[in-house]
């Protein structure tokens, strides 16, 4: 009994310690959001003070760019933004000798041209980052294998994923659909697109995520981060897509494809 009772106030403890973490966040969100007001309409040259020392040290700039543009980092790949723009088409072999080329200036010797040139990639692959992520039939692996979890979840007396989409995200005859593929001994193409339909479907709703239902599948830095976004007053489409979609995926990881690797 003794053993119980530690066990129960650790977690406690714990929980505690990350609900202070998520208001922290929570807090941190509403600042930045009154700060973001203010720059409304301010460039991207402004905002992050991008003159001819930066050109030329374009790869540090392009980075603290790409990453304080994005509204998580699945936007980039979560890696590198220069290997992610050089791998995806969106930083042309054109585009990166140019900028390579700007390294082995003196800042003063880099013509307006060129500058404003940078200045126009930079904001370029900006343009390119902001992503509504979208489920594809190929980014679903064993679509059997994740219906028979979800179904086996909903189970489960404490608060899940699973649950949480069987109780109040799906309708009454979209969760039968589920539990009907479960029963199969396998799923066919037109099957799986069916599924990956309905999942497309509840990512599209306000409450797909949960915080207390995602906490109980793991405590992490995303899932605060999801936590704030979804915090957030007069969340945007794009926002409340990012948060659902990273959710989805979050939940169920060996069941898809990378958030990247979706279609936009």
């Not at 714990?14 to 509403?30: P, W």
């Not at 760019?65 to 994005?70: F, L, R």
């Not at 699973?162 to 589920?178: R, Y």
Request: hydrophobic share 35%; with cysteine; aromatic share 10%.
């Amino acid at each position: 009994m003794e053993v119980e009772k530690n066990i129960k106030t650790v977690v406690e403890e714990y929980k505690e310690a990350v609900m202070k973490k998520i208001a922290i966040g929570i807090l941190s969100i509403v600042l930045l959001a009154s700060c973001s007001s203010l720059d409304k309409g301010t460039s991207l040259e402004q905002k992050y003070a991008i003159n001819k020392e930066a050109a030329k040290e374009w790869d540090k700039t392009i980075i603290r760019v790409v990453e304080g543009e994005s509204l998580i980092g699945d936007w980039y790949g979560n890696e590198n933004p220069i290997i992610y723009l050089r791998k995806t088409g969106k930083m042309s072999e054109k585009d990166f000798n140019f900028l390579t080329s700007l390294e082995k200036k003196d800042a003063t010797t880099i013509t307006d041209e060129e500058f404003e040139q940078f200045v126009d990639l930079v904001n370029k692959y900006n343009k390119k980052l902001p992503r509504k992520f979208y489920l594809a039939d190929e980014n679903l692996k064993n679509p059997k294998g994740l219906v028979d979890r979800m179904v086996r979840e909903s189970f489960v007396k404490m608060e899940t994923p699973s649950s949480h989409i069987k109780n109040v995200v799906a309708t009454e005859d979209e969760w039968k659909q589920i539990v009907a593929f479960s029963q199969q001994d396998d799923l066919s193409e037109k099957d799986t697109k069916k599924l990956r339909k309905l999942l497309n479907k509840f990512i599209k709703r306000n409450e797909f995520y949960d915080e207390r239902a995602w906490y109980n599948r793991e405590i992490s830095d995303r899932i605060i981060q999801l936590t704030n976004i979804d915090a957030k007053e007069n969340t945007t489409s794009l926002e409340q897509n990012n948060v659902n979609a990273k959710a989805l995926y979050i939940a169920y990881p060996e069941y898809f494809s990378t958030l990247d690797k979706w279609d936009d």
